[in-house]
C-alpha cells in the first residue's frame, strides 16, 4: 500500500492535519479546529522607558456536519483583551449553519454588525482594530473611542446572530441582545458588499446598532462606561485592493441620549494603506477620535493617532514586527515577535 492510500485510510477513522494557521481533527461527520496566536514585545512611550507587552487568542470550533447541507456546531474562544476586562471568554456560542438559510447563532458573541464590518490595514502588533494596545500603556488627558468598528459587547450579554449566505458578493444579518446587566436589550444590524473587477477589489460595509438604557457600559480602552436614556451607534467602511496594495477609508459615530456622567459619545475615523512585498509588509494608518461632538455644555476632546508599521515573514507561522506612532500626543515605538497556530 502506497503512502497516499495509507494516509486517506487513517484519514478515514480520524485525521490530524496541520494547517499554515490551523490545528485540524477529523472523525466522520465531525471536526475539531484550534487556530490562535501569541505576541510578546514591548512599546516604549516618549522613547524613554520600554513596557512589556503581550497579546494572544486561542479560538476553538467543533463542527458536525448533519448533512451536506447543514452544520452544527460550538466555538470558545478567549483573549489576552478578554482577560484585561475580567471576562473568561472572548466567545462562547452555538451556531447552525445552512446552504438554505445561511447561520444562526446563539451565546456570548460580537454582534453581526461587527462580524461584517471592516477594519483599518495595519501590520504590527498592536490590536489596532480591537481594544488597541498602546492605549492599554499610554493614558490620554479625556475619553478616546479607539477602534472604528462598531460594538455593542461580546461577552456579557446573551445574543442570538441570524447573516444571510453571501449571494452576489452581499451578505446581511441582524442581532438581538439582552439578559445582561450592561443595558435592557441591543439590536445590531450589517451590511457587506463585496465586488471584484479584475485585479481591483472592493469591499463596503454598513453597521447599525441601538441599545436601551446602557448602564455603565464599557467596551473601549479609554473611554468610560455610559449610563444613558439610550445609545445609537453608525458605522460605514470601504476597503479597496489593487494587486499588493490595500486602501481603506472607515467611521464611527456614537450618540448617547442624556448621558450621565463623563461624555464618552462622539465621532471616530481613520484611514489606512498597506503593502506586500515577498515576505515584507508595510503599513501606514491614521485616526482621529473626536468625543462630546454633540454636547453643548462640554469642550470636545480630539486625539490624533498614527501608526506606521513593518512586518517580515520568517516563516509560514513565524514572523516579527515593528511600530512606531504618535498618540495621546506622546510618540512611541513598539516592537515583537508573532506566532500563529
Same mark, same amino acid.
Given at each position: 500500500? #502506497?503512502w497516499t492510500n495509507k494516509i486517506a485510510t487513517v484519514c478515514a477513522f480520524g485525521c490530524i492535519?496541520?494547517?499554515?494557521?490551523?490545528?485540524?481533527?477529523?472523525?466522520?461527520?465531525?471536526?475539531?479546529? $484550534?487556530?490562535?496566536? !501569541?505576541?510578546?514585545?514591548?512599546?516604549?512611550?516618549?522613547?524613554?522607558?520600554? $513596557?512589556?507587552?503581550?497579546?494572544?487568542?486561542?479560538?476553538?470550533?467543533?463542527?458536525?456536519?448533519?448533512?451536506?447541507?447543514?452544520?452544527?456546531? $460550538?466555538?470558545?474562544?478567549?483573549d489576552q483583551a478578554a482577560l484585561d476586562k475580567g471576562n473568561f471568554s472572548r466567545e462562547a456560542?452555538?451556531?447552525?449553519?445552512?446552504?438554505?438559510? !445561511?447561520?444562526?447563532?446563539?451565546?456570548?458573541?460580537?454582534?453581526?454588525?461587527?462580524?461584517?464590518?471592516?477594519?483599518?490595514?495595519? +501590520?504590527?502588533?498592536?490590536?489596532?482594530?480591537?481594544?488597541?494596545?498602546?492605549?492599554?500603556?499610554?493614558?490620554?488627558?479625556?475619553?478616546?473611542?479607539?477602534?472604528?468598528?462598531?460594538?455593542?459587547?461580546?461577552?456579557?450579554? $446573551?445574543?442570538?446572530?441570524?447573516?444571510?449566505?453571501?449571494?452576489? !458578493?452581499?451578505? /446581511?444579518?441582524?442581532?438581538?441582545?439582552?439578559?445582561?446587566?450592561?443595558?435592557?436589550?441591543?439590536?445590531?444590524?450589517?451590511?457587506?458588499?463585496?465586488? #471584484?473587477?479584475?485585479?481591483?477589489?472592493?469591499?463596503?460595509? +454598513?453597521?447599525?446598532?441601538?441599545?436601551?438604557?446602557?448602564?455603565?457600559?464599557?467596551?473601549?480602552?479609554?473611554?468610560?462606561? =455610559?449610563?444613558?436614556?439610550?445609545?445609537?451607534?453608525?458605522?460605514?467602511?470601504?476597503?479597496?485592493?489593487?494587486?499588493?496594495?490595500?486602501?481603506? @477609508?472607515?467611521?464611527?459615530?456614537?450618540?448617547?441620549?442624556?448621558?450621565?456622567?463623563?461624555?464618552?459619545?462622539?465621532? =471616530?475615523?481613520?484611514?489606512? =494603506? #498597506? /503593502?506586500?512585498?515577498?515576505?515584507?509588509?508595510?503599513?501606514?494608518? /491614521?485616526?482621529?477620535?473626536?468625543?462630546?461632538?454633540?454636547?453643548?455644555?462640554?469642550?470636545?476632546?480630539?486625539?490624533?493617532? =498614527? +501608526?506606521?508599521?513593518?512586518? /517580515?515573514?520568517?516563516?509560514?507561522?513565524?514572523?516579527?514586527? @515593528? #511600530?512606531?506612532?504618535?498618540?495621546?500626543?506622546?510618540?512611541?515605538?513598539?516592537?515583537?515577535?508573532?506566532?500563529?497556530?
Open positions: 500500500m #502506497s492535519s496541520f494547517g499554515a494557521n490551523a490545528l485540524e481533527y477529523h472523525t466522520g461527520n465531525n471536526s475539531f479546529k $484550534l487556530t490562535g496566536y !501569541g505576541t510578546a514585545g514591548m512599546i516604549n512611550p516618549d522613547i524613554e522607558s520600554p $513596557l512589556f507587552i503581550g497579546d494572544w487568542r486561542a479560538r476553538g470550533q467543533y463542527t458536525n456536519s448533519l448533512s451536506e447541507n447543514t452544520k452544527l456546531g $460550538l466555538v470558545y474562544a478567549l456560542f452555538g451556531f447552525i449553519q445552512s446552504k438554505s438559510f !445561511g447561520r444562526i447563532e446563539f451565546g456570548f458573541t460580537d454582534s453581526i454588525a461587527r462580524k461584517l464590518g471592516l477594519g483599518l490595514p495595519d +501590520v504590527g502588533g498592536l490590536r489596532i482594530n480591537d481594544r488597541p494596545l498602546y492605549n492599554e500603556k499610554i493614558h490620554a488627558d479625556g475619553p478616546i473611542i479607539a477602534d472604528t468598528t462598531l460594538t455593542s459587547g461580546r461577552s456579557k450579554s $446573551l445574543r442570538i446572530n441570524a447573516a444571510s449566505n453571501v449571494q452576489n !458578493g452581499i451578505q /446581511y444579518g441582524l442581532s438581538v441582545a439582552g439578559l445582561t446587566d450592561d443595558y435592557d436589550w441591543a439590536i445590531d444590524a450589517g451590511l457587506k458588499i463585496r465586488k #471584484s473587477s479584475g485585479k481591483l477589489k472592493t469591499a463596503y460595509s +454598513v453597521g447599525a446598532s441601538f441599545m436601551s438604557h446602557p448602564d455603565n457600559f464599557d467596551t473601549e480602552v479609554y473611554t468610560p462606561g =455610559v449610563t444613558a436614556d439610550w445609545r445609537s451607534q453608525l458605522s460605514l467602511a470601504m476597503n479597496m485592493q489593487y494587486n499588493s496594495w490595500i486602501w481603506a @477609508i472607515t467611521a464611527r459615530a456614537i450618540y448617547d441620549q442624556d448621558p450621565i456622567g463623563t461624555v464618552s459619545d462622539g465621532i =471616530v475615523v481613520g484611514t489606512g =494603506v #498597506s /503593502y506586500d512585498l515577498l515576505r515584507y509588509t508595510v503599513s501606514l494608518t /491614521y485616526m482621529i477620535s473626536d468625543t462630546g461632538v454633540w454636547q453643548n455644555d462640554v469642550a470636545d476632546f480630539i486625539d490624533h493617532t =498614527v +501608526v506606521a508599521s513593518f512586518r /517580515y515573514k520568517y516563516s509560514e507561522n513565524l514572523d516579527g514586527w @515593528i #511600530s512606531s506612532g504618535l498618540t495621546a500626543k506622546t510618540p512611541f515605538i513598539s516592537a515583537g515577535m508573532r506566532i500563529t497556530f
